[in-house]
């Protein structure tokens, strides 16, 4: 049976390990969240830690699978204008988008630090660890996706022609 290629599958060294990244994050929430259950109603004991490590992973997940969503070109837009413009406008536009993505990623990523080093004060109840865990998504997730859009930068800078 010879099977379409996927088009949203990621291309590429780095789309890949996102995606790999991805794919750790959501088999581990599914394994936690499933453990957590078992433990609960069928063992009558809870983990303490039931309630908090499902949110963290959750949350890392989501931020590290946005990067994916960039590199196989899931995030949304609105393209009724660029439709009817020419191609050499279109990929200026496509290549300022890009360039306007990398500046607001970067300011993400500068303003999550101060909240990173906060995290650093206090420590979760429930399992010891630092709150900087609950807000390192944010700053790494923000980086992969500065990485992720310099890829998409590169791709249309290349399909410009001079």
Not at 57 to 80: E, K, Q, S
Not at 109 to 137: E, K
Not at 152 to 161: D, E, H, M, N, P
């Amino acid at each position: 049976m010879d099977l379409a290629p996927n088009p949203h599958e990621p291309k590429g060294v780095v789309g890949r390990c996102f995606y790999l990244l991805a794919a750790a994050s959501m088999i581990t929430l599914t394994a936690v969240v499933l453990y957590v259950i078992v433990a609960r109603y069928f063992f009558n004991a809870p983990p303490l830690w039931g309630e908090d490590v499902p949110r963290i992973i959750f949350i890392w997940g989501i931020f590290l699978a946005c990067p994916l969503a960039i590199c196989v070109n899931l995030n949304l837009r609105v393209t009724m204008l660029l439709d009817v413009m020419s191609a050499r406008l279109r990929m200026v536009l496509e290549v300022a988008m890009h360039l306007m993505v990398l500046a607001l990623l970067a300011v993400v990523f500068w303003y999550s630090l101060p909240l990173v080093r906060l995290g650093f004060t206090g420590t979760m109840l429930s399992t010891g660890w630092s709150n900087a865990v609950l807000r390192m998504p944010i700053a790494i997730g923000a980086a992969l996706m500065f990485v992720a859009q310099l890829v998409q930068l590169s791709k249309s800078v290349r399909g410009i022609r001079y």
